[in-house]
């Protein structure tokens, strides 16, 4: 079996950041936000809603919150807590709207 590594993959990409426990609840609220309508979705520059979406990833970040809550430090805690706030806030007001 061979394994490929591209040592900074395509001429020109930006180098992925250090897997972490942050990076990983950054990335799923930046999903979240994008469905939320807030920022532009990656795949096409667009910026579209989805709310069913948005709080489906919104109930993933608050089961990781509940699975892990015994083992993150301070920092880690108020990022989760901080990031499930606002998106909780964002989707309520997104999704009283007519």
Request: net charge negative.
């Amino acid at each position: 079996m061979t394994q490929h590594h591209s040592e900074g993959g395509a001429s020109g990409a930006t180098p992925l950041p250090e897997v972490s426990f942050s990076t990983f609840i950054l990335s799923l609220a930046s999903s979240a936000l994008a469905q939320l309508g807030e920022v532009p979705l990656p795949e096409s520059g667009r910026v579209e809603r989805n709310l069913p979406l948005a709080k489906h990833n919104i109930d993933v970040l608050e089961m990781l919150r509940r699975k892990t809550e015994s083992s993150l430090d301070d920092q880690e805690r108020r990022l989760l807590e901080g990031i499930l706030y606002e998106l909780r806030l964002k989707y309520v007001i997104l999704s009283e709207k007519p």
